[in-house]
């Protein structure tokens, strides 16, 4: 690792490591600087990904890093603590180290922060699911339950009957009285079970989600649960150079323009770091994306800037 790049990307999951190639390829001199905590390595399998659809998380990752290596991109395996911009921006990794760049990826991701239900965190990935996109088909017509955490839960319960016509929806912490006539016709419509009461916890029996249990001690046979995690978008870096951010449902995401770029000049946002809906292969495109206009218009100013 040395000093000076062109292009620092802060995360080094699908968005990051698709920027990286790019860039890589546009013989830019290009640093990934990753924590290693991508979103999905819960789940054993990534799906919906067109001709690498049930390939292992950790897999595509790993032929991601051989494949920006190939082209001279260095990759180092730390946190971003902090960053400052003056004539370029200035990184500090979590080691101590400062490295400069011309310009910046940010696509550090987002957290799932799980309802704090015993033995959701434990199952997560596994029975305890958030994405029928992600796992629906592989669970397709069980026993489903969903965990109501707040209203917006009942678009979920509505989601899953695609794939199981068996749904309950546990209401947990929604008042039956929060659900308007709409949702309820919707969930009538759809038949989904609705069952009021807080959830104390999950029956587990080898290895294997076997019920969910309520506060009154009542346990409803499920073999899978949908829940609804809170979405903790990890943009302090992008806050900290002052981005404008906005508000959603799902967290606070910075404004950009079609190719990523946030209102900071040469910082650009992609993946789940700029948006929530990103699955893996949207997160690729927006890296891909973000790469190849850093390149040419990188080109372009220093073209620009030659008397
Ligand atoms: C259980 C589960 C299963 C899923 N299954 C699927 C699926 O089957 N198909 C699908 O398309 N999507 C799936 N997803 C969604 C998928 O995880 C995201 O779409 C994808 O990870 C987004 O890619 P990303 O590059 O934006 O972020 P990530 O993959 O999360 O990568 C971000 C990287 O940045 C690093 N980072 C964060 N902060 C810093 C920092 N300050 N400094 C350095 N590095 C940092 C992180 O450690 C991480 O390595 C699933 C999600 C979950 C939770």
């Avoid at 999951?13 to 001199?29: D, I, Q, W």
């Avoid at 400052?84 to 957290?111: K, S």
């Avoid at 499920?222 to 900290?240: C, H, M, S």
Wanted: net charge negative.
């Amino acid at each position: 690792m040395t000093e000076q790049y062109e292009v620092v990307v802060v995360g080094g999951g699908a968005a990051g490591l698709s920027a990286a190639l790019v860039l890589g390829r546009a013989r830019r001199r290009t640093l990934v600087i990753d924590a290693g905590e991508p979103r999905n390595a819960p789940a054993a399998h990534m799906q919906g990904y067109l001709s690498r659809d049930g390939m292992p998380p950790a897999e595509f990752l790993a032929v991601g890093r051989e494949e920006i290596a190939r082209y001279g991109v260095e990759l180092v395996q730390d946190r971003v603590v902090d960053v400052e911009r003056g004539d370029d921006f200035t990184v500090t990794l979590a080691d101590g180290r400062h490295v400069h760049a011309r310009r910046l990826v940010v696509a550090t991701g987002l957290e799932d922060e799980l309802p704090n239900v015993p033995g959701v965190a434990e199952r997560f990935g596994k029975d305890v699911l958030h994405c029928p996109y992600c796992h629906g088909w592989e669970v397709r017509d069980q026993a489903f339950g969903v965990l109501a955490t707040t209203v917006l839960s009942v678009h979920q319960a509505l989601m899953v009957s695609q794939w199981s016509k068996d749904v309950t929806f546990f209401l947990h912490e929604v008042a039956e009285s929060d659900l308007s006539d709409d949702d309820l016709r919707r969930l009538a419509a759809a038949g989904v079970k609705v069952v009021p009461g807080e959830v104390a916890g999950l029956a587990i029996e080898d290895d294997r989600l076997k019920g969910v249990r309520l506060a009154d001690g009542t346990e409803h046979a499920r073999e899978v649960l949908f829940v609804a995690p809170r979405a903790v978008p990890q943009t302090g870096l992008l806050e900290k150079l002052g981005a404008e951010m906005q508000e959603t449902p799902f967290g606070s995401y910075p404004t950009v323009d079609p190719t990523g770029l946030t209102s900071v000049p040469g910082v650009w946002a992609v993946g789940n770091a700029m948006g929530f809906s990103e699955q893996v292969i949207n997160a690729a495109a927006g890296g891909y994306r973000a790469g190849a206009f850093i390149n040419g218009e990188l080109l372009f100013t220093d073209l620009d800037d030659t008397p």
